[in-house]
């Protein structure tokens, strides 16, 4: 059974980064069929994705418009793990943050996706 | 605003047959599979459909899904009262290059 735990502070103060951690049990960050998320939620927002990663045969990562310049997704092999930075941030990066597998299906020979695993979420609140 | 639209709102009485609806265009809902996730409140949100009626394991086959075109919907037969949540649509969006979310619909068992 996979499981998603996440770590990281519950405040960060405004232009500072914030960082968080989702540690991977019963998979591999390396998969070769999976990518790791970070999606945010808020009342204003709503459910926003944020970016990824994922490995097959090297390293890829993509992020949101929205956070491009400010973010940074990072996967630690040793630890079996992935990271969210997002740095610069603001009161509007008040959130709870979730970490999620995007895995897969086979059926038929088609491959369906989608959020299969998600972490417990963290709220972070951006206040001086 | 979101990028895929649904209805805030959606109600039922128990036994009922409900659905909920999702709009998109053709580089997402057009292009790709779309997912339905259930959010509980103070959970994480849960995968429903992976598409049309393909459910991960655990989910009962009260729910499922359709899609045409560049709309989608879910529906809930035999509604529950433990059936009462948000509901959302999701799917990967060729133009954006990212997932992209419904704004969701909170489901209201009467």
């Known amino acids: 059974q996979v499981q998603l735990q996440q770590s990281g502070p519950g405040l960060v103060k405004p232009s500072q980064t914030l960082s968080l951690t989702c540690g991977i049990s019963?998979?591999?960050?390396?998969?070769?069929?999976?990518?790791w998320n970070w999606i945010r939620q808020s009342p204003s927002r709503g459910l926003e994705w944020l970016g990824r990663t994922y490995y097959r045969s090297k390293w890829y990562t993509d992020y949101a418009v929205s956070v491009k310049s400010r973010i940074t997704i990072n996967p630690d092999t040793s630890k079996n793990q992935f990271s969210l930075l997002l740095n610069s941030v603001t009161p509007g990066d008040t959130a709870v943050y979730y970490c999620?597998?995007?895995?897969?299906?086979?059926?038929?020979?088609?491959?369906?996706?989608?959020?299969?695993?998600w972490g417990q979420g963290t709220t972070v609140i951006v206040s001086s | 605003q979101s990028v895929l639209t649904q209805p805030p709102s959606a109600s039922g009485t128990p036994g009922q047959r409900v659905t909920i609806s999702c709009s998109g265009s053709?580089?997402?809902?057009?292009?790709?599979?779309l997912n339905w996730y259930q959010q509980l409140p103070g959970a994480a949100p849960k995968l429903l459909i992976y598409s049309r009626n393909q459910r991960p394991s655990g989910v009962p086959d009260r729910f499922s899904g359709s899609k045409s075109g560049t709309s989608a919907s879910l529906a809930i037969s035999g509604l529950q009262s433990e059936d009462e949540a948000d509901y959302y649509c999701?799917?990967?969006?060729?133009?954006?290059?990212?997932?992209?979310f419904g704004g969701g619909t909170k489901l209201t068992v009467l």
């Open positions: 053709t580089s997402n809902i057009g292009s790709n599979t």
């Open positions: 999620a597998r995007v895995g897969q299906i086979a059926v038929a020979s088609y491959l369906y996706f989608g959020m299969d695993v």
């Open positions: 019963g998979d591999s960050v390396s998969s070769d069929s999976a990518a």
């Open positions: 999701a799917t990967w969006d060729d133009s954006l290059k990212g997932w992209v």
